[in-house]
Structure formats: structure tokens, C-alpha cells
């Protein structure tokens, strides 16, 4: 039996305090390390809720800064009010045992409530804000697959006890294909006791993109808030990121993410002026916001934060201007690029991304995606990248251009939009690609040659100044053209080892079989069925820049 409300919750005594916090080494990104820090204690106070009567009087009302969870229903369980739990070492071996179920300590967080208490991190004076009283309601999409029954449990809790009821439109928990039989009958039986909650089951996995839109399309709050299926909205979260649509409803307002721990379920704080931003390709990350941003704007702790890219996860959006937008490209397959896709299209488009200070929601970083990729992980994510690197959509919207938003939202940004450069190196001919009288061939190699400089753009393209390498279905299979990112047959893909390109490079024009292959007997290029052993479809740049 998994646990659930009513399932009674072991004692206290099991789980020994925390003394130290364990550190967050599955967190993705580097700085987000730093920016944990342990809460110490919870600020318990035991008066309203949102189940209390309290009248509200039209206009503005304050964000409530309490509610129910901060009376827990079991004091004494472990894991309550966010602390740390750490297992005696005689349970190793169980936290092992299901830690892939997943990639996160499964067993513990069976143990703890499924609606415990956190401790409100909000900036102090985020309980006296006033919100007005004429909000749009919302509707809550959580997409899942085989996610954890307690962590699944946990993120629906949340919602349903720390969102005012007049704002909560529905629940809209979206099964990617769940393969795991407690999802179905059980999870069923159990979200019929909240008539809020709807269950939407799609016959085939979709990928959280295809999921989302889903969703989004049966959805009839006003707002569409997206959430990851394991995470855990604290005290007043809504209300702060409604206020802000209501205000403008092309403003698309995201939580502060804080951290649980994926070891001890601890739920812990982050720092403040933390913005989303992106590297090249579109890898993204956390930047303090700088100091003298924050000074010149005389900035509060409590202020809305700009944020060039969102993480993707967790945001409000006006369910009209989503559509507007386009929603999301439904190209996109199961993990990655859309939160570029969507901020991109937002900026450009005349919207604004804001981390909201006073809106917090925890959630599990963790290692590894638990589930399955139906194709290769790598080449999926890169596939959906090199998809949103093109997109056209702002013409059909008269939006501005990437380039605007590069110069005008992201100005800080100054890494290029090159994967790697210098020269190409043959494995088999062990010579370097060079250009000879408008066309291929391969010359000893020398770093001083500009013949023999090429980039790998982060749109694939092999490029040689103005002319990038082109697959052709006729002839020898290739010819050079004038480079421009819209063509697919100036794009290859490769896969990168930890320091150089070694790999094929493979037309994604003609066929993914196709691979640039070098000719040993007149030094020329060509395109030939890709052959794992090739050592003459092996090529290298001198100069890679590994993420
Ligand atoms: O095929 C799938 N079908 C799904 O329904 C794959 C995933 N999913 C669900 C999954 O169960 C989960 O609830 O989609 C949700 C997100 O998947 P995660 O939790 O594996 O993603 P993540 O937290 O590792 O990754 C972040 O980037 C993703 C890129 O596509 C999404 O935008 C995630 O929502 C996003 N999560 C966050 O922004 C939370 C904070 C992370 C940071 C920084
Ligand atoms: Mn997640």
C-alpha cells in the first residue's frame, strides 16, 4: 500500500535530526550549489487558512501568509516543516533499492506526509502585499510519467491547501502513457475525493511538450500554471503570480524554485536576484543578477525579477496569450528546448518573464530523468534545439527579431554561437579538410593555413567564412553553398567524446545513414552510408568547446 493521507505515518523516533545539510551533488547547475542554504526553523504560527471563514472585503486583499500545513495534521512525522531526515544506515540498503524508481530518495519520501508543512521562505514582507480581489482563476497542469506516487501526491496537496479555492479553477494531471500500475485504477480512486482534480490519460507517450498542450487545450481556468509532478507550492504562492498577469496579462510570472533535496527531502532556501540565462546551445543556468543592476534600480528583495529564459517547469501564463504565442511547438519530443522555444516567443513578442520573489515552490533536482527516451537522449534534445533555433513564427506575428532580443534582453550574453573551430581532421586520411579552388579537398594539416579553418556552428553547419558544407542526394553526395540557417542540408550532426569531435558527421538532410566520409584516393569528399568502423567518416576538431 502506498502511502497516503490516511495511512498512518511512522514515528518520529525512526529518523534521526539532521545535523548538517547533505550537499546538493545532483544539482544540475553549478551555481545553484551556492545558492542552497539550509532553513533553519519554520515559523509556526496557528492562525488562518484558507479553510478559515474569514470574509474578504472587495478590492484588495492581503496575500494570505498562512495556511492550514502550518498546523500539520502530524506534528511528529518525519520530514515535517521541510527539515532534513536522516535514515539510520540500516535502511541503505532499501534507500537503494529504490532510489531509480526516481533517481531520488523514493523511500523516504514515502514515509514523510504527503502534505506536510514547509517553512514559509518568503521574503518578510511578502504576507503584507496586497493583491486584488477580481484575479483570473487558474488551471494547474501537472504532466507525469511513472512519477512517484508519494512525490505525485505531494505536488497535488500542495496546490489544493496553499491555493485559494476562488483561484483554483481545476487540477489537470496528465498521464504521458504512465506504465506503472499504481497510476491507473489507484490514482483514480484516490483524486476522486477532490472534485477539483481531472485525470487526463494519453494512449501513447508524448513527451512533456505534446503532454502540456494537452492540457492546455481542455483547460478552462483563464491562467494555465504548469508545475513539475514533484514539487511542493509553498505558503501564498498563487496569488503574488496572478496579481502580476492581472496587471498585464502578457507578463508570464515564474516561482522562485527552491531545492528539495533529492537525499533528504529537506526543503531548502535559495538566494536571492537569481535569474534564468542560457549558454550557448541554449544550455540553461542561474546568474546572480549584478550588482550594479540591483543598485541603479534600487531594487527590493521583493521586486519582480527579468529574466532573459525561464527554467520551464514552473510558470503562470494568460491561456489566451499562450495560444497567441502559438503554445508550444508540438514538434518538440519528450524533454528539452521548449522553455527556450517559449521565452524566446514571449520577449520578442512583446511579454515579459519575471521570477516573482514572494511565490516559492519547491522542487526535486535530480540526476538523472528517471524515465525512458524512446530514441537517443542526446540526439533528441539537440534535435529539439536545432528546432527552436529556427523559429519563424515571429514573422507571422509581426514580433522582433532573435536579433533584437539578443541586443535589447540578453546584452550580457557573450558566448558565441559556435560549437567548435580550427581545423577538421580525418582520422583515415589523418590530413585536414581544406578549401581549394572553390571546392573540398585535404591538405597536411597547419593551423596557420586559412584554407583550413572551419567553425561547427551551433546551427550544425560546417562553415568555411560565407560557404558551409551541403549534403546532395545526386552526385558525390556534396557541394558548397552559401551558409544559411534555414537549410537543412547545411546541418550535420555529430556526437561529441569528453575532448574531441571523433564522431561521424551525418546529414540530416539526406538521411540520418548518410555520413561525410573522406576518399582516400584523390583526397576528395563525399557522402557515403555511415559504417560504425569507418575510419575514414571520423572527424575532429581541433578546437571543441565542451559543455
Ligand atoms: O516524456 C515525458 N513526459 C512527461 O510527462 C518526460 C517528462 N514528463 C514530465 C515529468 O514527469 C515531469 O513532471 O514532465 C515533467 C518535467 O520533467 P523532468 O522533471 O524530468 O524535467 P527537469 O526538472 O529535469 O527539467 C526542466 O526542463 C524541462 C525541459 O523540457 C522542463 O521544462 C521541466 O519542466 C523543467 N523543470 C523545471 O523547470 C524545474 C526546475 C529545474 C531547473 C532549473
Ligand atoms: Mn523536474
Not at 483570473?136 to 497542469?141: D, E
Amino acid at each position: 500500500v502506498k502511502s497516503g493521507v490516511n495511512v498512518s505515518q511512522p514515528k518520529a523516533e525512526e529518523a534521526l535530526p539532521a545535523k548538517t545539510i547533505s550537499q546538493q551533488t545532483h544539482v544540475k547547475d553549478a551555481n545553484k550549489k551556492e545558492m542552497v542554504k539550509q532553513f533553519s526553523k519554520p515559523n509556526i504560527n496557528l492562525q488562518a487558512g484558507y479553510n478559515s471563514s474569514a470574509v474578504r472585503k472587495p478590492g484588495v486583499h492581503k496575500v494570505l501568509s498562512l495556511d492550514m500545513t502550518h498546523a500539520p495534521r502530524d506534528p511528529n512525522a518525519i520530514g515535517q516543516f521541510g527539515l532534513a531526515v536522516i535514515l539510520p544506515g540500516s535502511k541503505d540498503a532499501e534507500v537503494m533499492k529504490r532510489w531509480n524508481e526516481g533517481h531520488f530518495n523514493v523511500y523516504l519520501s514515502d514515509q514523510i506526509p504527503v502534505d506536510r508543512a514547509v517553512p514559509d521562505t518568503r521574503p518578510e514582507t511578502c504576507a503584507q502585499d496586497l493583491v486584488h480581489n477580481s484575479l483570473p482563476t487558474t488551471t494547474v497542469i501537472f504532466c507525469f510519467v511513472d512519477e512517484v506516487w508519494s512525490t505525485l501526491l505531494r505536488s497535488v496537496h500542495s496546490v489544493l491547501n496553499r491555493s485559494p479555492p476562488q483561484l483554483l479553477m481545476e487540477i489537470i494531471l496528465v498521464d504521458d502513457a504512465s506504465t506503472k500500475d499504481y497510476l491507473k485504477e489507484q490514482l483514480d480512486e484516490y483524486m476522486s475525493q477532490f472534485p477539483k482534480v481531472r485525470i487526463i490519460r494519453l494512449k501513447e507517450r508524448q513527451g512533456l511538450i505534446r503532454a502540456r498542450l494537452a492540457g492546455a487545450a481542455v483547460a478552462k481556468g483563464e491562467v494555465l500554471t504548469f508545475l513539475d509532478s514533484h514539487i511542493e507550492c509553498n505558503v501564498g504562492w498563487l496569488e503574488p503570480l496572478l496579481e502580476r498577469i492581472h496587471l498585464d496579462r502578457k507578463k508570464v510570472p515564474c516561482p522562485v524554485i527552491e531545492v528539495i533535496s533529492d537525499k533528504d527531502m529537506s526543503y531548502m532556501l535559495v538566494d536571492n536576484f537569481q535569474r534564468g540565462i542560457f549558454k550557448w546551445p541554449m544550455v540553461f543556468g542561474w546568474s546572480p543578477v549584478p550588482e550594479d543592476v540591483i543598485k541603479k534600480n534600487n531594487m527590493k528583495v521583493t521586486d519582480p525579477i527579468r529574466c532573459p529564459v525561464m527554467a520551464g517547469g514552473l510558470f503562470s501564463i494568460d491561456k489566451k496569450y499562450f495560444f497567441e504565442l502559438g503554445a508550444y511547438d508540438p514538434g518538440l519530443d519528450v524533454w528539452g528546448g521548449e522553455n527556450m522555444e517559449i521565452s524566446f516567443k514571449i520577449w520578442m513578442c512583446g511579454g515579459e518573464i519575471e521570477i516573482i520573489p514572494c511565490s516559492r515552490v519547491g522542487h526535486i533536482f535530480r540526476g538523472q530523468n528517471p524515465y525512458k527516451f524512446p530514441k537517443d537522449r542526446q540526439k533528441t534534445v539537440e534535435r529539439n534545439l536545432a528546432r527552436v533555433a529556427e523559429i519563424e513564427l515571429r514573422k507571422r506575428l509581426k514580433c522582433k527579431s532573435f536579433k533584437w532580443y539578443l541586443d535589447n534582453v540578453f546584452p550580457d550574453m557573450d558566448t558565441p554561437a559556435i560549437k567548435a573551430e580550427g581545423l577538421v581532421f580525418n582520422r583515415g586520411l589523418r590530413k585536414c579538410l581544406a578549401l581549394r579552388k572553390d571546392s573540398l579537398s585535404f591538405e597536411i594539416c597547419d593551423l596557420s593555413k586559412q584554407s583550413q579553418q572551419f567553425n561547427y556552428t551551433w546551427m550544425r553547419n560546417i562553415r568555411h567564412q560565407d560557404l558551409c558544407v551541403a549534403a546532395q542526394s545526386t552526385g558525390s553526395g556534396f557541394a558548397l553553398l552559401p551558409c544559411d540557417n534555414t537549410k537543412r542540408e547545411l546541418r550535420w550532426y555529430y556526437k561529441t567524446s569528453n575532448t574531441a569531435l571523433t564522431e561521424h558527421l551525418i546529414s540530416e538532410f539526406v538521411s540520418d545513414h548518410m555520413c561525410l566520409e573522406a576518399e582516400p584516393r584523390d583526397d576528395s569528399v563525399r557522402l557515403r552510408p555511415c559504417q560504425p568502423s569507418s575510419v575514414f567518416q571520423k572527424w575532429e576538431f581541433t578546437h571543441p568547446y565542451v559543455r
